[in-house]
Nanobody, 120 residues
Framework: QVRLVESGGGLVQLGGSLRLSCAAS????????MGWYRQAPGKQRELVAT???????NYGDSVKGRFTISRDNAKNTMYLQMNSLKAEDTAVYYC??????????????WGQGTQVTVSS
């Protein structure tokens, strides 16, 4: 019943910028931790960035200093600002959220992914 929908992916030049969004909807009491993960063809999923409910952030080493994660708790929405993009950033980016429910256990939810392609 909980849905996460990513948007904002597309084609961008080397050194360019892109902003991703993730909107959560459905049976949500609140959202604890959120994050962005990515998966390139033939590779395993890797952490991009995470953010807590109060805004504490953590970044993967490969994106540190270039990407910025943020969230709007009132809108149950998370963002990823990506700057100085490299070819190695090309991947499908997935939204993650640990959703808290009022009278039920928490749910680990994932979005369908959005493609980011950085041109050579």
């Amino acid at each position: 019943q909980v849905r996460l929908v990513e948007s904002g992916g597309g084609l961008v030049q080397l050194g360019g910028s892109l902003r991703l969004s993730c909107a959560a909807s459905g049976s949500i009491f609140s959202i604890d931790r959120m994050g962005w993960y990515r998966q390139a063809p033939g590779k395993q999923r890797e952490l991009v960035a995470t953010i807590t409910r109060v805004g504490s952030t953590n970044y993967g080493d490969s994106v540190k200093g270039r990407f910025t994660i943020s969230r709007d708790n009132a809108k149950n929405t998370m963002y990823l600002q990506m700057n100085s993009l490299k070819a190695e950033d090309t991947a499908v980016y997935y939204c993650y959220a640990r959703v808290e429910r009022r009278l039920a256990p928490d749910i680990d939810s994932w979005g369908q992914g959005t493609q980011v392609t950085v041109s050579s």
